[in-house]
């Protein structure tokens, strides 16, 4: 038994390169002196993995609950059957079937208290998809399954930038009409509390981009920066939100000006992840802010092209477990500066000068 943090990190599309990222990263042992690795997945396929990359580190243990984890080393909880059929580098639908039970199984154990954060290797989103899993993406899933009526906001994140997404997986002829002033205002304030939250950053300084080239030029190459975007900025502002904006995407990348604010809010999903991966490199981080658990998954996807060639960086996979305990600490701590340090008192007033004191902590 441990009392290290216990990181559940599903399996993701077991054709692509989620075992390389995943069995690489727990055979360095300093990820399990900070925590308690568990794979769901199968261990079958995580030993035929790890004897092709030649790994020489203790095997994952298996287990049956997270509860049975050891401490000081990895473990899996076996969810697919034992006769999966892996052929890395070719989608197929026994993969996306594994990645969508992989998946069930640690949401499951993450709302039970059974886990404490969850880490996503990447799936396949076409194959995955089924009558269970109807979701464009893990974000979209994850808002429905640990909501519980919150929504979700996208942040990728490394140790030089964030960028949060307004809008997620949608068609490009769909962005403008999901824009409106009230979904950003929404989308700012969700932004500024992760930030503050989630990242210990007080009073953080957000940046808005425009939807248009050149953040529209005054309404000649569109008009949603004077009409949606910039009312939903001054609203926010207006509650004492720090946010600026609406700039133009290509001249506030180019220029550095993303090094003078704590968090990017970008229109669509290209506009704000190309840039990103682009200055992120390895080391970025897909997180999931807004919801009650917390989970995070490294920012590059299945990566066939390269799968089963031993080529596949870890260090994503690394800094997203490291971001989820942080992540994980640091709503502890938001958590105790933000509870009311004042005890509820009651006054009798049929005695002279007694105060019963309700407080649970007594």
Known sequence: MSDKIKVGITHGD??????????????????????????????????????????????????????????????IINVIGEEAHVEPGHPSPEAGKAAFEALERAVSDLRAGKIDVLVTAPINKATIHSEFFTFPGHTEYLETSLGDGNKALMILFNDVIRVALATVHLPVSKIAEAITKESLVEKIKMFNLSLNKDFGI?????????????????????????????????????????????????????????????GVLAMYHDQGLAPFKTLAGASGVNFTAGLPFVRTSPDHGTGFDIAGKGEADPDSMRQAVYAAIDIFRNRENWAERTANPLRRQYVDKSKDNVVLDLSKDK
């Open 202 to 262: 007080v009073k953080p300084r957000i940046a808005v981009l425009g939807l248009n080239p050149h953040s529209g030029d005054e309404g000649l190459l569109g008009s949603e920066e004077k009409d949606i975007i910039l009312p939903a900025i001054e609203e926010c502002r207006a509650e004492k939100i720090h946010v600026f904006g609406p700039y133009a995407a290509d001249g506030f990348f180019g220029s550095g000006n993303y090094a003078k604010f704590d």
């Open 14 to 75: 077991f054709n692509g390169i989620g075992y390389e990222v995943i069995l690489k990263m727990i055979d360095d042992n300093r990820i399990c002196e900070l925590c308690t690795p568990i794979i769901y997945g199968s261990a079958k396929i995580a030993a035929n993995y790890r004897k092709q990359l030649g790994l020489q580190g203790p095997a994952p243990v298996q287990i049956h609950q997270p509860s049975e984890a050891p401490d000081g080393q990895a473990a």
